[in-house]
Every structure is written in structure tokens, then in C-alpha cells.
């Protein structure tokens, strides 16, 4: 076993205690596993170890990494969970088959103009900010639900669901908490009768926390890959 398998184990060991403490389903935890800066090499031995989806940030790292990675393409499943600007969408909608950052409408209606009609629709999520801080990326929780309705209209775009990055809390509890605060916005969304299935939450320092309140894909990268 190399050691991003070992590590990989390591991981699903901690979705399935994490899945157990709660009575849920380890089947109902996607693991995404977050590449940024580290090597295309670092995916493929991740992938021979059976990992399919990555995670990428920067957007031009992601795409350089995806080419790398031709041979493997329609084995991968490639996300881009940053920022996401304006006159990046177009090699995104070109390369990823998700987006987890979809946080203003112009965004989603650029991706949904320039996403290839060769290729499955792409798989998008809102990034929520529960934290309520200003300068923070994600649609204002109050304002979740109309853009999920403006964003579920689109051609080319399957809504999945919500993603956020709560702020580092002190104690199990809280974390938790500003994780359920995402978990409502889905739900409302999902009342709203809008069909989403995907909860995007939590990285390796909060995994545990994300799961208990309801985590559908956690986006881990230090606890596979190593120290950034
Ligand atoms: C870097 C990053 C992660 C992974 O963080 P780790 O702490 O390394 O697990 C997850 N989500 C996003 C949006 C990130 O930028």
C-alpha cells in the first residue's frame, strides 16, 4: 500500500466511525479528495489506490493537472471548489464536471452559456456563507434560496446542492452548528421543491462535525496528501 492508500484508509476508516457515532450510512459520505498543490503524479497514485474525485482551487493548477491527467480522464471526476471570477468560467465549464463556489447568478449564467453541449451538464453546488462575515465568499444565507430557483432554471447546469466553509469553531458543537446552518439552506431549497442530494462539508479538521450534521461529500486534502 503507498501511503496516499494508507492515508485514503485512514480517511474512510474516520467516515465510517464518524457515520457509526451518528447512526448514519457510510455510503451516504462521498469523499472528495482535494489535490491543490500537490502534483498530478500525487492523483494518479491516489486514483490506483481506487480515489475517483479530486478537488482543485486555483483554476489554471486544476486545468494543467486535468491535461496531465488525459489518459485518465473519463476514469476522474474533477471539482473546482474555489473563488470562482468572471473570465475564469469559461476553461471551467470547458474542463470540470463540477463546481462547488456558485455564489452570485452571473457566475451560473456564464458557466451555463460556455458549458460544451458535447458534454454532461455541469454538476453545480451554491457556496453558502453561514458565517455572515462581509468580505467572505457565498450567497447570503437569506438570499440561498432565490438564486438556487435562478440557478436550477439554467440550461447546461444540474443543481446538486450547497457547499460552505464555515470559520474554525472551538468545540465539536459549535462547529457543528455552523454546519446545520448550511443544512437548513438545503433543506429549504430541497422543500422549495428543488432536487438536490448534495450537502458539501466538511475537510480534515472538521470532518467528524460535518457528518453529524448531515455532510453528503467532505472535501479533504491535508489528511490524503500532506502538510500544504
Ligand atoms: C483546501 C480546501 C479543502 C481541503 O482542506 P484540508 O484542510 O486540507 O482538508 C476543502 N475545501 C476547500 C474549499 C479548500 O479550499
Not at 3 to 15: E, F, N, P, S, T
Not at 46 to 54: E, V
Not at 59 to 86: F, M, N, T, Y
Request: glycine letters at 8%; aromatic letters at 4%; hydrophobic letters at 50%.
Amino acid at each position: 500500500m503507498t501511503m496516499i492508500g494508507d492515508k485514503l484508509q485512514q480517511v474512510q476508516a474516520r467516515i465510517v466511525t464518524a457515520c457509526t457515532a451518528v447512526g448514519r450510512d457510510p455510503a451516504s459520505v462521498h469523499l472528495l479528495a482535494v489535490s491543490k498543490t500537490f502534483p498530478a503524479e500525487a492523483v494518479r497514485e491516489a486514483h490506483a489506490a481506487g480515489q475517483k474525485a479530486f478537488g482543485e482551487n486555483y483554476v489554471q493548477e486544476g486545468v494543467a493537472k486535468i491535461e496531465a491527467l488525459a489518459d485518465l480522464r473519463g476514469q476522474l471526476e474533477w471539482h473546482c471548489i474555489g473563488p470562482l471570477q468572471s473570465n475564469k468560467t469559461r476553461v471551467v465549464a470547458e474542463h470540470f464536471d463540477w463546481v462547488h463556489s456558485i455564489d452570485r447568478l452571473k457566475i451560473a449564467e456564464r458557466l451555463a452559456e460556455q458549458r460544451p453541449a458535447d458534454l454532461p451538464p455541469l454538476q453545480v453546488c451554491l457556496q453558502v456563507n453561514v458565517d455572515g462575515g462581509a468580505n467572505k465568499s457565498g450567497v447570503a444565507v437569506g438570499e440561498a434560496l432565490a438564486l438556487a430557483r435562478a440557478v436550477a432554471a439554467l440550461p447546461r447546469l444540474r443543481l446538486r446542492g450547497v457547499m460552505a466553509i464555515p470559520e474554525p469553531a472551538p468545540v465539536f458543537a459549535a462547529q457543528r452548528a455552523l454546519f446545520l446552518l448550511a443544512g437548513a439552506v438545503f433543506e429549504q431549497i430541497r422543500a422549495a421543491g428543488i432536487e438536490v442530494d448534495t450537502l458539501s462539508l466538511g475537510m480534515s479538521g472538521d470532518l467528524e462535525a460535518a457528518v453529524a450534521a448531515g455532510s453528503t461529500m467532505v472535501r479533504i486534502g491535508s489528511a490524503i496528501f500532506g502538510q500544504r
